[in-house]
């Protein structure tokens, strides 16, 4: 059973690119999470999808951030125009829904993709 | 809006010691879910420990434990024998009962030190 897995584990961009992350969950999950973490901080939820449903976001994903999970299996965020405040850790997250309470959903934390936007 | 705070931004305990990392938070919920999460230097987090806020008995799994006193909001992580892999930092996460939600909500974190 292999866990989250992310790809890159480092980008390094210009002011005003656009950037792309990909995001594998555990195969039979179902839920899949995007977080930000900013040095000395802990993760700050982004965003949720329910199979391919994206059903929460956060006020901190802002136009400039799009996340998609066409087939209900990877996730990808992009963010457009990056700006030197993007700097940070993004995680991923899966869990599986089992349904019936109680549900505890327990999440599961892929390695990360550290973005430095220079 | 429900917060989490981890008011211990660093901690140090000898290696087979005791050590116990606080957390508290506020929500006017109920029902919710409290997590321990492990993240070593440059690796992935890993649940440490997990409690329904509805089960009265503390968590406990090998040598970590938890003290949850719902009425006062606070969910503490004690580790037993610490050892050198247990340097980490540490961070607590709430998570809503509510079916509608379910994001966590995290603590800054705890850097834990194992002094050999």
């Known amino acids: 059973d292999t866990g989250v897995s992310q790809d890159p584990r480092h980008k390094i961009t210009k002011r005003g690119q656009n950037v792309t992350f990909r995001c594998d969950p555990i195969s039979e999950h179902n839920r899949l999470y995007w977080y930000r973490q900013t040095l000395g901080q802990g993760p700050e939820f982004l965003t949720y999808f329910q199979n391919e449903a994206q059903l929460e976001k956060s006020r901190l994903l802002s136009d400039r951030f799009s996340a998609e999970r066409p087939k209900g299996s990877f996730s990808t965020l992009e963010i457009q125009r990056t700006e030197q405040g993007d700097s940070a850790m993004y995680l991923c997250?899966?869990?599986?829904?089992?349904?019936?309470?109680?549900?505890?959903?327990?999440?599961?934390f892929g390695p990360g993709t550290r973005l430095t936007v220079l | 809006a429900q917060t989490v705070t981890q008011s211990q931004p660093e901690m140090s305990v000898q290696e087979a010691e005791t050590v116990t990392l606080s957390c508290t938070y506020d929500t006017s919920e109920s029902d919710y879910y409290l997590f321990w999460y492990k993240q070593p230097p440059s690796r992935q987090m890993i649940l440490v420990i997990r409690q329904e806020a509805y089960k009265q008995q503390n968590a406990t799994e090998n040598r970590f434990s938890v003290n949850f006193q719902k009425a006062a909001k606070s969910f503490s992580l004690k580790i037993s024998d610490s050892q050198l892999g247990d340097a980490a930092m540490y961070f607590c996460a709430y998570r809503s009962a509510d079916s509608g939600t379910y994001k966590y909500i995290f603590g800054t974190g705890t850097r834990l030190k194992v002094l050999a």
């Open positions: 997250a899966s869990s599986l829904a089992a349904g019936g309470p109680p549900e505890t959903d327990t999440q599961y």
